[in-house]
């Protein structure tokens, strides 16, 4: 019996060798006698809407070294130091070590220190194509595209995203040696090639960014800004045409030393980041009080209905004030559009009040705020929304005005998108098409429609209640003369451990044009402006400068000649 069962335990152990383990012996029998020389694959280009490339690739080579294969080790380490700047004692210590057969000696080596060494016909040491990204304008759009680490994958925005299309696949070129690593005279190269990686095309247009990164930096300036934001979409799909984070940095210089500081200018904060939205939300608080009056509901205010003329409401034993004095008369009176244009708040919390949680809700559900937009983007942020279930009148009413609930910059921006666009809410994105650079297309980017909002009729007259804004209320600085502009100011104080900190602003304006069927949505936020901070007269104007720089790009003919006959 010992002696059968010896018999089988040899032959399981010789099937197990024989079959089951035979690729895995192949595999190392090969890699003994192979030395393996990378191909490194072509990162995938990054081009805007109108082709123009964002991030490129700069040929550049790795130098490896066969320490076995070397013949003179002092001379080889010599020479190796004095081309690539090496420290030599390293070098040679690695080369005569031993410890590893073959090792890196440097990476995105230049054409020329490649021709210099090839003139030293040095034995052991080989070359391999390499790629070093480049970015042709430097902090254009930077938080956004994102970069690349060492080793030429994805680390941050739409480079992190897409990696698995823009990093292709690396081949290989292999030599036939003896165990000791030393090449085989006479030997065939065996040649795997690289497949590169797949180019990618944004919704982005590089010159309306442009447009929008002098504005905000100008802005930033002038107002001595903690910082200063933009985005830019097309109401029509979501399709996303700028984004603006300053302060930027050059995506060729990428400080990685420093990672706070990296932290802190790579963040995509339109995207990543939630901030107390004030005014601007009023649009939303409109949008569902119009909806509700032309569906029926019998609690709604009427979009004719006439708010009373206090400066305050009291709700809860807590006193709400409108940011106007009422003084002479001012904001007495008022109905929806003029509430509007007036930017009160006591007539924003009677909207809320009269809507009630459960409708309001329903609303803040609608326009995706609290959850995710499904942008094509890494980190995204789902925004800070009281649960229904938690909120006393009192928030309900603070919610009315666009307190007590906080928003990505790029929330609002969809949200306002499909109130005043008919009503449809699509999933924003920054890619259209991702290509070979054969022109085959592997994937097309579509429109898609999330949900709808509010009715086509509602929409349209919420957009003519907020031309009436640009023309005669709070956003005069951003009206352009001849062309239809519709908008919101707003203007909220920052929250720092839970109390208002004291001479801290955040200044926002949201715009659209033409207002009648928007093309072009601006929502423009300035952080912490010194001097002025209201944002009718910081945020406002910058939205009208983008917009007029649109205009002029896009050659857009005003509605109506502005010559008076």
């Known amino acids: 019996m010992a002696i059968t069962f010896i018999f089988c335990l040899l032959a399981a152990r010789f099937f197990y060798v024989q079959i089951i383990w035979d690729d895995t012996l192949r595999a190392l029998a090969l890699d003994q006698w192979m030395r393996e020389i990378p191909i490194v694959a072509e990162r995938g280009k990054i081009t805007d809407r109108n082709g123009v490339i964002l991030a490129d690739n700069q040929t550049s080579y790795a130098v490896y070294l066969r320490s076995n294969a070397v013949s003179q080790k002092e001379y080889t380490a010599n020479v190796l130091s004095q081309v690539l700047n090496l420290e030599y004692e390293t070098l040679f210590k690695k080369i005569t070590s031993g410890r590893v057969s073959e090792l890196t000696v440097a990476k995105k080596v230049s054409k020329e220190k490649i021709e210099k060494l090839c003139a030293y016909e040095l034995s052991g040491v080989y070359f391999s194509r390499d790629n070093t990204r480049l970015y042709p304008y430097g902090n254009l759009l930077c938080q956004t595209l994102g970069f690349t680490s060492s080793d030429n994958s994805g680390t941050s925005g739409v480079e992190k995203y897409y990696d698995k ?25 065996a040649y795997l090639p690289a497949t590169d990686g ?22 930033q300036k002038t107002y001595s800004a903690k910082s200063a934001q933009c985005i830019v979409i097309d109401p029509q799909n979501f399709e996303i045409l700028a984004m603006v984070n300053a302060p930027s940095y050059d995506l060729n210089q990428v400080p990685r030393e420093d990672t706070a500081l990296l932290n802190s200018l790579s ?9 107390e939205p004030g005014s601007t939300f009023k649009i939303l608080t409109a949008a569902a009080t119009i909806e ?14 006439v708010y009373p003329s206090s400066r305050t409401r009291t709700v809860d034993g807590t006193t709400i004030k409108c940011w106007s004095t009422h003084a002479n008369g001012k904001h007495s009176n008022q109905t929806l559009a003029e509430a509007l244009n007036n930017s009160c708040n006591p007539c924003f919390v009677d909207m809320a009040l009269s809507l009630g949680s459960k409708t309001f809700y329903q609303y803040l559900d609608l326009f995706n705020l ?16 009281m649960p229904q279930s938690s909120v006393r009148n009192c928030d309900l009413a603070r919610i009315g005005f666009g307190q007590t609930v906080a928003l990505t910059p790029l929330q609002l921006a969809c949200a306002v998108g499909a109130a005043v666009n008919g009503g449809y809410y699509y999933t924003p994105h920054l890619v259209k098409r991702i290509y070979a650079t054969d022109g085959s297309v592997e994937q097309k980017i579509e429109k898609s429609l999330k949900n709808r909002t509010v009715s086509e009729k509602a929409s349209r007259t919420l957009s003519a209640m907020l031309e009436g804004v640009i023309s005669e209320g709070s956003g005069k600085k951003a009206y352009i003369e001849g062309y239809k502009v519709g908008g919101k100011t707003g203007t909220a104080q920052k929250y720092e451990n839970g109390h208002i900190s004291q001479g801290k602003y955040v200044s926002s304006f949201v715009g659209f044009f033409p207002s009648d069927k928007p093309q072009y949505l601006a929502l423009v936020i300035v952080d912490e402006p010194q001097g002025a901070y209201y944002g009718s007269v910081v945020a406002a104007p910058c939205a009208q400068a983008i917009f007029q720089g649109i205009i002029n790009l896009k050659d857009i003919q005003p509605y109506e000649s502005i010559e008076k006959e």
């Open 198 to 219: 797949l180019n990618v095309e944004l919704t982005v247009d590089c010159d309306i960014q442009a447009i929008a990164e002098k504005t905000m930096a100008e802005a």
């Open 267 to 275: 963040r995509n904060r339109l995207i990543c980041d939630i901030y």
């Open 165 to 189: 299309y823009l990093a292709g696949k690396n081949g290989e070129l292999l030599y036939e040696t003896d165990l000791v690593g030393v090449d085989l005279q006479g030997a065939v190269a």
């Open 292 to 305: 509700e009056f032309m569906q029926g509901n019998p609690n709604a205010l009427s979009i004719h209905h």
């Open 370 to 385: 609290g959850k995710e937009t499904g942008v094509d983007y890494t980190g995204e942020a789902l925004g800070m929304l």
